[in-house]
């Protein structure tokens, strides 16, 4: 499946909730969000549905993200119903960490094969303040659970942000000395209802090569990647910058999102979006709303230019 820009479209995203065990203050509002009505929201059966049609046209990769996954009643189910998907090479989540402990186990047997943890911080009190409250212990007995369970990949993805983490840069870098993890680095994106914090605090991903000269250029085996490979010598684990305001990766983006309440996205930052709720019990119908959105995916955002998004993260899944 190509987009009218020649790029090959291969993976999707699936947001399946909005709501969050966290708060972090660049993502969600102190509140919380509204709860959707069941109405709104989408059922497990009707994710599968979506992601079996995907499959179908072509995609390969499909992460499961949120709000928090981990807090979906039904995810296990859902995680076993996508991995048995015939085609589909790799199923992979994105969480905050806290319940991996708890679910991490059920979840490499259902078949997911990398996890992303998200962590800003490796400070208990500066953790528990970005994130509104989480404790840091929970996010790291997550982590090191996830390496002993042996998950492919075990990503950390760090958002910079100013006065807040760039004193821990290195700290974080240091982690992949002795641990066969990733840490990413992701610049803060201006979201709509958090987007005063994220103007404020953007810090651009070179800032990490300033911190830690040390590390070396390598080469990724997956080129489609948005992240820029970095390692320490010697180092069991890579660095990735992740830079989409400073260095843009539009050119070579591949991917899909779905919403939790069934909209398709064909970028980040596009105000175009598709409802694919009415058309989930025609296959073929749905398959021409997937493929209407991708032949509409842009060949760009503008966020460098002050364009915002209309939804916000916690809405779209990362
Ligand atoms: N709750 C899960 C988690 O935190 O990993 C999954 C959803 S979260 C929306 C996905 C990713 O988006 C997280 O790594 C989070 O740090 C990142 N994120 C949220 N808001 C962001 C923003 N404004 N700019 C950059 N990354 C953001
Ligand atoms: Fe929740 Fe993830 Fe957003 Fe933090 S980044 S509030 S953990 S959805």
Redesign the pocket.
């Given at each position: 499946m190509k987009d009218s820009f020649g790029r090959e479209i291969k993976y999707a995203r699936i947001s399946i909730t909005d709501l969050?065990n966290l708060r972090?203050k660049?993502?969600m509002p102190e509140e919380g969000i509204r709860k959707k009505a069941c109405s709104e929201i989408l059922n497990i059966e009707d994710y599968v549905i979506i992601a079996k049609a995907l499959v179908d046209l072509g995609i390969e990769k499909i992460r499961i993200?949120?709000?928090?996954?981990l807090v979906r009643k039904g995810l296990l189910s859902l995680v076993r119903q996508i991995g048995a998907i015939e085609g589909l090479k790799n199923l992979a989540i994105?969480?905050?960490g806290i319940l991996l402990p708890k679910y991490g186990e059920e979840l490499y047997k259902a078949g997911i094969k990398n996890v992303?943890i998200?962590l800003d911080s490796l400070d208990p009190e500066k953790y528990k303040d970005i994130t509104r409250g989480g404790n840091l212990s929970d996010v790291l007995a997550g982590i090191e659970n996830s390496i002993e369970l042996g998950f492919e990949k075990v990503k950390i993805?760090v958002?910079l942000i100013q006065d807040f983490n760039d004193d821990e840069i290195e700290k974080f870098v240091r982690l992949t000395e002795k641990k066969p993890i990733d840490v990413r680095f992701?610049e803060?994106?201006p979201?709509k209802g958090?987007h005063e914090l994220?103007l404020g605090k953007y810090l651009p991903g070179d800032v990490v090569l300033e911190k830690v000269p040390d590390l070396q250029a390598i080469d990724d085996e997956d080129s489609s990647s948005p992240a820029r490979y970095y390692k320490l010598e010697g180092a069991l684990g890579r660095v990735g910058l992740i830079n989409p305001l400073s260095h843009k990766f539009c050119d070579r983006c591949n991917r899909l999102r779905i919403t939790a309440d069934g909209f398709i996205l064909s970028c980040l930052h596009s105000r175009k979006e598709i409802d694919l709720k009415g058309s989930l019990d025609d296959p073929d119908k749905l398959k021409e709303l997937i493929l209407k959105s991708i032949n509409e995916k842009p060949l760009s955002h503008n966020l460098e230019k002050g364009e915002l998004m209309d939804r916000d993260?916690?809405n779209i899944?990362?």
């Amino acid at each position: 499946m190509k987009d009218s820009f020649g790029r090959e479209i291969k993976y999707a995203r699936i947001s399946i909730t909005d709501l969050c065990n966290l708060r972090c203050k660049y993502c969600m509002p102190e509140e919380g969000i509204r709860k959707k009505a069941c109405s709104e929201i989408l059922n497990i059966e009707d994710y599968v549905i979506i992601a079996k049609a995907l499959v179908d046209l072509g995609i390969e990769k499909i992460r499961i993200t949120g709000g928090e996954p981990l807090v979906r009643k039904g995810l296990l189910s859902l995680v076993r119903q996508i991995g048995a998907i015939e085609g589909l090479k790799n199923l992979a989540i994105t969480t905050n960490g806290i319940l991996l402990p708890k679910y991490g186990e059920e979840l490499y047997k259902a078949g997911i094969k990398n996890v992303n943890i998200s962590l800003d911080s490796l400070d208990p009190e500066k953790y528990k303040d970005i994130t509104r409250g989480g404790n840091l212990s929970d996010v790291l007995a997550g982590i090191e659970n996830s390496i002993e369970l042996g998950f492919e990949k075990v990503k950390i993805n760090v958002v910079l942000i100013q006065d807040f983490n760039d004193d821990e840069i290195e700290k974080f870098v240091r982690l992949t000395e002795k641990k066969p993890i990733d840490v990413r680095f992701i610049e803060l994106m201006p979201f709509k209802g958090q987007h005063e914090l994220a103007l404020g605090k953007y810090l651009p991903g070179d800032v990490v090569l300033e911190k830690v000269p040390d590390l070396q250029a390598i080469d990724d085996e997956d080129s489609s990647s948005p992240a820029r490979y970095y390692k320490l010598e010697g180092a069991l684990g890579r660095v990735g910058l992740i830079n989409p305001l400073s260095h843009k990766f539009c050119d070579r983006c591949n991917r899909l999102r779905i919403t939790a309440d069934g909209f398709i996205l064909s970028c980040l930052h596009s105000r175009k979006e598709i409802d694919l709720k009415g058309s989930l019990d025609d296959p073929d119908k749905l398959k021409e709303l997937i493929l209407k959105s991708i032949n509409e995916k842009p060949l760009s955002h503008n966020l460098e230019k002050g364009e915002l998004m209309d939804r916000d993260m916690i809405n779209i899944g990362g």
